[in-house]
């Protein structure tokens, strides 16, 4: 649906990309993840059309966006990072000039607009005043534009930024929902937001995409163990003696002290083995409860720190 | 492009800013009409929309300073964009809708030569011929203004520039007086003021039309060019 071959954008000296190559199958729900500055934004930008690239392709449903941008266009919903809203225009008049704007019949348009109102929930305030909603109503009516005209392709610029965690939660079921009809591009910098919602993933760093893997593989492929934080009621030196005796536990160190004789732990462990039985069977025969026990995800920056010190280690 | 125009008209009348600029406009324009009463009926008209375009020198730059940087600061920008639009339709759309609102202004001075028709004989081909010259005028002084509003996202330095522009615009007939010869035609050649001179003394000549909506194009195919450049830019 979406090809990408050897793009690059250079502002004077600067690569903002720097030759990066990456397909984009039909329904197929890619997330592009990177810190702020990575070039998500411009990659995003130039699919779109929105800026053009200094060299590479980018084709959208075999359409070249040099030679064919208008078709190109017609293709893609774009919701860029701040959503393009006239304030001075109610949320009906807003969508009526989108969907005017990407020339949607207007017979067509009438139960369409119903339709992509109740799906991102605003029609109970269509007769606001753009510049009078929330945040998250204003992401909303952003969201409903990009869902003008229902195009194939969506491409979404940080979806979720700046919502509250109940918002964030209808944006990601949305996006789900609507990855089943359309081949979407999401960026985010949040690792469990693209593990719970994306197909496949691209890590772009400084321009360059550094891994793209499905969610899963790419957070195994980066440890090569097991981090657990747990929670245990009991003399630190006693319990820290059985944990470190269990087989398969690598490392072992103290969090935080949360009351008398209550600590927490990070555990590290061998991948392949699983120590929380025994941890289970061992604390609770010497008398010492486990309150907590949770695995710990291994955060974006952590997965960058990776990559990047391994990219270092094979240029030395 | 129509989708643009419907949006930019109803902005400037969901705000203040046509109705005070119109406001504004008829209450200069009464004091005029009313300094011009002395004249006699064939002068009237003539001095009448003379002034009528040298007030456009205020007007403008505030009709037309929001068109492109609104848009910019906004981030709509990225909406028009990436729509499927060329970009010669969407500053074709912020030109006209401009045009239209100026054209409604326009529509409200009428009632001046109305009451000239009423109490006197004026020569209507001279109304009509002064009305033309002043359309075409606006026209280009639009075009100057979303060309002006292009360059920036601030909408007062945008108004500055614009009328910048059209006081230098206005002068270049100015300036020929400097030269003479070759360089004196060039410049008596280009002057946009002088030919627009012609229409308000009653002389409707094709080449003078060409002429204005020519400078108009041009304003217009240069800020295309700006947006075109910014998407390509390197730096």
Known sequence: ?316 | MLAIIRRDFRSYFKSPIAYVLIGLYMLLLGLFFNSYLGLGISDIISEFVASMSSMLILIIPILTMRTLAEDKKNGTEVLLLTSPVRVTEIVMGKFFACFCVFLVMTAATLIFPLIVIIVGKPDIMMIISSYLGYILIGAVYISLGVFASSLTENQIIASIITLVFMFLIQNIGYLAGFFSGFLNKVFLWISIFDRYMDFNKGIIDLTSIVFMISYTAVFTILTVRIIERKRWSQG
């Open chain 1, 1 to 316: 649906m979406i090809e990408i071959q050897n793009l690059t954008k250079e502002y004077g000296r600067i690569k903002a990309i720097d030759n990066i190559s990456f397909n984009v199958d039909k329904g197929e729900i890619l997330g592009f993840l990177g810190p702020n500055g990575a070039g998500k934004t411009t990659t995003m930008n130039i699919i779109t059309g929105f800026i053009s690239s200094t060299s590479g392709v980018v084709k959208v449903a075999g359409f070249d966006i040099l030679e064919d941008p208008v078709e190109v266009k017609k293709h893609i919903g774009y919701l860029p990072e701040q959503p393009p809203l006239y304030p001075d225009m109610t949320v009906n008049e807003y969508l009526d000039f989108c969907a005017d704007l990407k020339k949607i019949p207007s017979k067509k348009w009438k139960s369409e607009k119903k339709d992509i109102m109740e799906l991102v929930k605003v029609t109970h305030v269509s007769h606001r005043l753009i510049k009078n909603l929330s945040k998250g109503y204003k992401q909303r009516v952003g969201f409903a534009q990009a869902l003008v005209g229902s195009p194939e392709v969506l491409i979404l610029d940080e979806p979720t930024v700046g919502l509250d965690p109940k918002q964030i939660m209808e944006i990601r079921n949305l996006i789900k929902a609507l990855g089943k009809k359309h081949t979407i591009i999401l960026s985010s910098h949040i690792l469990p937001e693209v593990s719970a919602v994306c197909d496949r993933v691209v890590i772009i760093n400084r321009g360059k995409i550094a891994a793209i893997d499905t969610p899963d593989n790419l957070s195994k492929a980066l440890t090569d163990f097991s981090r657990f934080t747990i929670t245990i009621e009991g003399p630190e030196n006693k319990v820290k003696n059985i944990i470190s005796n269990i087989n398969g536990v690598k490392n072992l160190k103290t969090s935080a002290q949360i009351r008398d004789n209550e600590y927490s732990y990070i555990i590290e462990a061998d991948k392949n083995a699983d120590v929380r039985k025994p941890l289970f069977y061992q604390l609770a025969q010497q008398g010492f409860p486990i309150l907590e026990l949770r695995s710990l995800n291994l955060s974006l920056e952590e997965v960058f720190l990776q990559l990047t010190t391994n990219e270092e280690k094979e240029a030395v």
